[in-house]
């Protein structure tokens, strides 16, 4: 897994460096969820969502935006963690 060295607990010089990403999950017709992942890697990242919640082959993931550290953190996640948001 890439990541910064300590990301359980991050130095102030990395809380704003990315650690991983926000996606967003969409189920036809109209569902849409959006999910954290502390992992900095997007396609392991997108391979730990799906493993998360065996998706189907109807839906489908878009990454929404790169999450800092400091995010994820602040959410209480650790490396390799999966959070949905809200």
């Not at 502390?38 to 990242?45: G, I, K, M, R």
């Not at 790169?66 to 994820?72: D, E, G, R, T, Y």
């Amino acid at each position: 897994m890439a990541h910064i060295s300590h990301m359980n607990n991050p130095s102030t010089d990395d809380i704003d460096k990315p650690g991983g990403w926000l996606f967003r999950v969409r189920t036809p017709p109209d569902l849409a969820r959006t999910f954290y992942v502390y992992e900095l890697d997007q396609s392991v990242a997108i391979v730990r969502l799906k493993e998360k919640l065996r998706l189907s082959p109807n839906e489908t993931i878009e990454a929404v935006a790169q999450a800092n550290i400091h995010s994820l953190t602040g959410l209480g996640m650790k490396p390799g963690d999966v959070l949905q948001h809200g």
